[in-house]
């Protein structure tokens, strides 16, 4: 692991503070993180969606059987569409998942694997925001639906876990990322923006409807 | 029927790759009604820029392909058989070329059939066209809103829902609360109402096939939708769901009649990336 430096380093643009990340995280970098900054992500980062979380949480893989160290990681919630090519694999399309499908398992996963950062989309539940106040973790969220986009930002496929088993969508893919943008929607501190937007919008809806 | 083989992968790469115009140039316009230096500004600009490199480098636009879901209009005298062959042909196919993620589980064994065919997949409804062509609409349904998608039975009193058009409205509103931001807001909604529910789920989708510029030929349903784009995008939700005033893009209602007992509305959603294509052959 790198020392105890951040490597969170920010800058200031018209659209506020953009703070750019070097993975994998520490405990310090995550704590540097609030709802609401911008970040720029750069190094390696792994996927794993529904599958991958089912089997860690029940099968609790000892760390040795995983081909990257999940210390720190960053696990994207993501399945996406990789090309096989001669020389090994390309990524053609790579945005976020709806996170919430993962909430039973991922509190357990950030004990198991000391992971400090989540990124997929929507948001998580209370028993994950509580996880990442414990165990020094983030949830970032990136762009909905912007697959493209954000695989022009993933320079590399740096490996492959549980594809045989699980599929091109459901495996864990190592992925090399460079610049790629996010949203700190969920932080250490016990903030959650999804929390704040849901709780207004039904109040919205109350007046709305009439209701109690 | 090769050529009608070839033709639907086409079809596929189309509906993968480039978005309608009527949808792009509606979430052009949010962009300009969101305010400067937002989160939403900059999520709607990510989002345009993602449909132009999609179109422009012909890859698809969301990683996630969906279920295709095919709504199939043939002559009389024309197999139905013949026509759904191309379909899976065209579909195994197009899963290589365009490419399309895999997305067909076995329910039994988990295992992904690793071409996006299987039992009931893609999904396919014929019905007999009025004239000689073939045509076949495609819609790529993206799991993630397939998921948030709502049935309800009214009257529902939690939502004082009765059995009338504000208790669909009110369905509506509360659908979209309980997706919040999960499924890649800002949302077009299909709405189906009537006497089964198999029936509506299906009706509720074909709404998601039409033109977010067409107008309901039912004047009280088109009231009902334009209120209802109103109402959702006071919420707060937003693009990506972090907030502002893009909630959805559209809203489509569909009607059949409905049974003395029974009052059945889905509430269809589908991300901002609502891709349909057609085919005439």
């Given at each position: 692991m790198v020392g105890k430096k951040s490597k969170v380093k920010s800058q200031k643009s018209e659209a506020g503070k953009t703070k750019f990340i070097e993975l994998p995280l520490t405990r310090k970098d995550v704590l540097s993180l609030s709802v609401g900054d911008r970040v720029l992500l750069n190094g390696q980062l792994v996927t794993g969606r529904d599958r991958i979380h089912k089997f860690l949480f029940n099968e609790r893989p000892h760390v040795k059987e995983i081909p990257f160290d999940l210390k720190g990681a960053l696990l994207y919630h993501c399945g996406p569409v990789i090309r096989r090519t001669d020389g090994g694999f390309t990524l053609i399309a790579g945005g976020p998942t709806t996170s919430i499908r993962v909430e039973m398992y991922e509190p357990q996963i950030i004990a198991d694997y000391g992971i400090r950062g989540i990124m997929g989309k929507g948001g998580m539940g209370r028993k994950t925001l509580q996880a990442l106040k414990d165990h020094g973790c983030v949830y970032l969220h990136t762009i909905s639906g912007a697959a493209v986009y954000l695989a022009d930002r993933?320079?590399?496929?740096a490996g492959v876990w549980k594809l045989e088993d699980f599929g091109m969508a459901e495996a864990m893919w190592i992925l090399e990322v460079e610049d790629l943008p996010s949203i700190v929607?969920?932080?250490?501190?016990?903030?959650?923006l999804h929390e704040e937007i849901e709780e207004k919008s039904y109040e919205k809806l109350k007046r709305l409807l009439g209701l109690p | 029927m090769d050529s009608l083989r070839d033709e639907i992968v086409n079809l596929y790469k189309k509906a993968a790759t480039s978005l309608p115009q009527d949808i792009e140039e509606s979430l052009t316009q949010a962009a300009k009604t969101e305010k400067n230096g937002s989160t939403a500004k900059a999520a709607l600009a990510s989002i345009l820029e993602n449909i132009r490199i999609a179109r422009e480098k012909e890859?698809?636009?969301?990683?996630?392909?969906?279920v295709p879901v095919f709504f199939v209009k043939v002559p009389r005298k024309r197999s139905q058989i013949e026509v759904k062959n191309s379909i899976l042909e065209a579909t195994r196919i197009a899963t290589e070329e365009v490419p399309l993620r895999p997305n067909a589980v076995d329910i039994i064994s988990d295992k992904n059939s690793g071409d996006n065919t299987g039992i009931g997949f893609p999904v396919i409804y014929f019905e007999e066209s009025p004239d000689n062509a073939i045509t076949l609409d495609l819609m790529l349904k993206g799991s993630g809103c397939e998921n948030v998608s709502q049935l309800y039975k009214l009257p529902f009193e939690e939502l004082k829902a009765e059995r009338d058009l504000d208790g669909v409205r009110r369905c509506a509103l509360d659908t979209i609360c309980r997706a919040q931001g999960r499924a890649c807001p800002p949302y077009i909604l299909g709405i189906g109402i009537g006497a089964s529910r198999d029936q509506v789920t299906k009706l509720a989708k074909v709404q998601l096939m039409r033109d977010l510029e067409d107008t309901n030929s039912i004047m009280t349903l088109s009231e009902l939708e334009k209120r209802l784009i109103a109402e959702i995008n006071q919420?707060?939700?937003g693009p990506l769901g972090?907030?502002?005033?893009?909630?959805?893009?559209g809203v489509k209602i569909g009607v059949n009649h409905r049974h003395p007992a029974s009052y059945f509305v889905e509430v269809c959603i589908s991300c901002w990336a609502d891709r349909r294509a057609r085919l005439t052959w």
């Open positions: 993933i320079k590399r496929v929607t969920m932080d250490a501190h016990g903030r959650s | 890859r698809p636009l969301c990683q996630d392909t969906g919420l707060g939700i972090l907030g502002g005033k893009t909630t959805t893009l």
